[in-house]
């Protein structure tokens, strides 16, 4: 890939904070995971667990990304948490909200490399606006009441 592409520096500076946002993600992750209790532990810790292998692959992916086109991957990480919620449901909460603030990142690449005629970058943004909205999806339907099929929170559409 050329390296004088358009948009070069700032798709570099969208995939870092992708990067970064992606580590806070791995560390929110494990944290939830670590903050489980009562029946329902043994299932949710698990779920926690591949959130957070997944959200560094997603980091990884990210940081393949800013060297295949030349920039420098950061080694910052976004912000971590504030609260202390323990909740279940809180927990859910806020990891919808962390996901959400992901797509909207990815959606920012995607009109970058929209306008640097980046196929490649293009592609791997919608293809993880995908994988987020599937995982906000699983996140919302745990958010339901058993038997509720209407969303618990009204996000865009997938
Ligand atoms: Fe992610």
């Given at each position: 890939m050329k390296t004088d592409m358009p948009n070069r520096e700032p798709i570099i500076a969208a995939l870092n904070r992708i990067l970064e946002h992606e580590m806070a993600g791995v560390v929110r992750y494990t944290h939830y995971s670590l903050m489980v209790f009562g029946f329902s532990r043994i299932p949710v810790v698990n779920w926690f667990r591949s959130a957070a292998s997944e959200t560094l692959a997603h980091a990884v992916a990210a940081g393949e990304m800013i060297t295949l086109i030349g920039g420098y991957p950061s080694l910052g990480i976004g912000p971590l948490l504030e609260t202390h919620h323990h909740d279940l449901r809180e927990m859910l909460r806020e990891s919808m909200d962390f996901e959400i603030q992901g797509v909207d990142l990815y959606k920012q690449l995607l009109r970058l490399a929209e306008d640097a005629g980046s196929i490649t970058i293009e592609e791997y943004a919608r293809q993880k606006i995908a994988e987020e909205a599937m995982h906000i999806g699983d996140i919302d339907k745990m958010l339901?009441?058993?038997?509720?099929?209407?969303?618990?929170v009204k996000t865009e559409a997938p």
């Open positions: 339901r009441r058993p038997g509720n099929i209407t969303q618990a």
